[in-house]
């Protein structure tokens, strides 16, 4: 399939790995920052292609996987309310919460409804005027614009019954306090493809400048990887750290304008709880006063009781890169696809679903006739 496979070619990876061998003489640690790069990359077997010298670890760009388990439960109060309909993306109603999950609650008889965009969820309002329909925003800057979306269409067409629970976050000021933590020391960091294409390289500068960390933009297919992991190589190989652009194809330096104008109007930066992390200041998305009719936070108070992680289970270090999957007891004897513990198991970007899927990965695997 033209525009794919020339991103999956068998003998050019094989070039790249080379060349990453021969520039590569000291030992590093890279983050790949996205969900989407790390099911690439075990997929693809990009770790057994790179070598020994290029450790790499996932990190917190699952949004599933960071929702707070406090934030969850809120979810899961709403839909346990009266005459309340919640939309969610697909991986949200399976994630256990401390007491329960939305999943539990539909059974319990709650109206939750899985929607494939924002849009969607604003339907299901203007079709259900008695009711109050709530739309769980997750995610990073990639959709963030779709959720403001939304709520400027509610406003457009008098839709009063639709409201968002925004727990949408920012990918720098994760990067920044996972690096300001000193728990994982990183070379570089493999910046993520869909979050770039709305807000640019830019972004990233101050982490390249201020902690000396190489960041390179990459896209989601194998050469885009193994290029991007070439770039930081010889970015920290120099002793050079900067941003970089591996995906010109889909990011450019500038961004998407339009997607942040929008994003801009409905949010304004404040703080948000990460799951294994805590409360990071000035990293979360809040829907601005003028438009807090649409704000669920705000629109339906709900009491909840202290918030609690499944027993045993890592996913906190798993996603600030402490630790694999594979360190965490639980993985592939208790935790599974389907009897997942964490959310790390059920996202389909989390870290344990794809260890679990695609194990440590077993060399590159190129597509049929690749
Ligand atoms: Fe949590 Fe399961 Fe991952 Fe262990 S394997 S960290 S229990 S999601």
Redesign the pocket.
């Known amino acids: 399939m033209k525009f794919v496979d020339e991103y999956r070619d068998h003998k050019l990876a094989k070039g790249l790995a080379e060349r990453i061998a021969r520039r590569s003489t000291k030992t590093i640690r890279l983050m790949e920052f996205c969900g989407g790069h790390t099911h690439a990359i075990l997929r693809y077997g990009i770790r057994q292609l790179v070598p020994k010298t290029v450790e790499m670890r996932s990190g917190p760009g699952c949004p599933v996987?960071v929702t707070a388990a406090a934030d969850l439960d809120k979810a899961i109060a709403l839909a346990n309310l009266p005459n309340v309909i919640i939309t969610t993306f697909g991986d949200m109603v399976r994630v256990p919460g401390s007491y329960s999950s939305l999943q539990q609650a539909k059974a319990q008889g709650a109206d939750v409804r899985v929607v494939y965009s924002t849009i969607d969820a604003v339907e299901i309002a203007r079709a259900n005027p008695a009711k109050s329909v709530v739309f769980i925003g997750i995610g990073f800057e990639t959709t963030a614009p779709t959720a403001a979306a939304s709520i400027l269409k509610a406003q457009q067409e008098k839709i009063h019954n639709f409201y968002v629970l925004s727990l949408n976050k920012m990918t720098p000021p994760v990067m920044k306090a996972l690096l300001d933590s000193g728990e994982v020391e990183l070379d570089g960091i493999i910046c993520p493809g869909h979050v770039s294409v709305i807000i640019g390289s830019q972004p990233y500068e101050s982490i390249a400048r201020d902690y000396g960390v190489a960041c390179v933009i990459s896209g989601f297919e194998p050469l885009d990887i193994l290029l991007c992991i070439d770039k930081l190589v010889e970015q920290v190989e120099k002793g050079e750290p900067k941003v970089e652009i591996a995906y010109p194809r889909g990011v450019k330096p500038e961004g998407n304008r339009k997607a942040r104008q929008l994003m801009e109007q409905v949010f304004e930066v404040g703080e948000a709880n990460w799951r294994g992390i805590g409360i990071i200041p000035q990293s979360g998305l809040k829907i601005r006063e003028e438009y807090q009719q649409f704000d669920a936070d705000k629109v339906f108070p709900v009491s909840l009781k202290p918030p609690r992680e499944?027993k045993?289970?890592?996913?906190?270090?798993?996603i600030r890169g402490a630790?694999t999957?594979l360190?965490?007891?639980?993985?592939?004897n208790?935790?599974?696809p389907e009897s997942?513990?964490?959310?790390?198991?059920?996202s389909s970007e989390?870290?344990?679903?794809a260890?679990?899927q695609y194990g440590t990965g077993e060399g590159f695997q190129a597509p049929p006739g690749g």
């Open positions: 996987c499944p045993g289970c890592r996913c906190g270090d798993v630790a999957p360190e965490c007891k639980l993985f592939r208790v935790c599974t997942p513990v964490g959310p790390c198991m059920v989390g870290a344990c679903a260890y679990y």
